[in-house]
């Protein structure tokens, strides 16, 4: 029997230990990690620097763990 992925929408929180809606979904079956960025127009060029580099980060973890990272 199949099971529908579990869409896990990460905004700001971008961490896999103890992270409650990645935990519930990977207790239903498999997940899809999306990731949806804000206007990045809104922050300085510091915050910009390192919001990619997190992202560039968690993506890469996520991906060790067999979960590329839905970019949209």
């Known amino acids: 029997m199949k099971t529908t992925p579990t869409i896990v929408l990460f905004r700001q929180d971008l961490r896999l230990a103890d992270h409650p809606?990645?935990?519930a979904g990977a207790q239903r079956g498999p997940v899809l990690p999306v990731f949806i960025p804000e206007p990045l127009d809104e922050h300085g060029a510091a915050w910009r620097w390192?919001?990619?580099r997190s992202?560039?980060?968690?993506s890469t973890a996520l991906t060790e763990r067999g979960?590329?990272?839905i970019l949209r």
């Not at 992202?55 to 968690?58: Q, S, V």
């Open 67 to 69: 979960l590329p990272l």
């Open 55 to 58: 992202l560039a980060a968690f």
């Open 21 to 23: 809606a990645l935990w």
């Open 50 to 52: 390192w919001h990619d």
